[in-house]
């Protein structure tokens, strides 16, 4: 079982920034997709941004030029650097992970984020909130 543990949340006003972390309990995550996705009250959970095992990146297109998705070697801490906050920005958000299966890789080679239904290890989520 691998446990993902989120911090980093908070609030911030409109233009501002911050940095969230997703610690992983296990060191094996080279071969893994790491991913951040959010969910805003009443609505359904959305894809933020992945990175792959050669550290390719992938963004929605709502936080791209905005949003950093980084992390260390071997992917035990995954970082989600959040600049020009905008309130729509506010929800939940969660980190994933899992295996890169071929499923998987097909989403990233095509340039999307795997979808929420491709990830079997969640986090509890760290709250971010935007004021206007």
């Known amino acids: 079982q691998v446990h993902l543990v989120e911090s980093g949340g908070g609030s911030v006003q409109a233009g501002g920034s911050l940095r969230i972390s997703c610690v992983a309990s296990?060191?094996?995550?080279?071969?893994?997709?790491m991913a951040w996705f959010r969910q805003a009250p009443g609505k359904e959970r959305e894809r933020v941004a992945a990175?792959?095992?050669?550290?390719?990146?992938l963004y929605a297109d709502s936080v791209k030029g905005r949003f950093t998705i980084s992390a260390d070697n071997p992917k035990v801490i995954v970082y989600l650097q959040m600049d020009n906050l905008r309130p729509e920005d506010t929800g939940m958000y969660y980190c994933?992970?899992?295996?890169?299966?071929?499923?998987?890789?097909?989403?990233?080679?095509?340039?999307?984020?795997?979808?929420?239904?491709?990830?079997?290890?969640w986090g509890q989520g760290t709250q971010v909130t935007v004021s206007s």
């Open positions: 994933a992970a899992d295996r890169l299966t071929v499923g998987m890789n097909r989403h990233l080679e095509l340039g999307h984020i795997p979808p929420a239904s491709a990830f079997e290890f």
């Open positions: 990175i792959g095992t050669t550290g390719t990146t």
């Open positions: 296990e060191r094996a995550y080279s071969s893994y997709c």
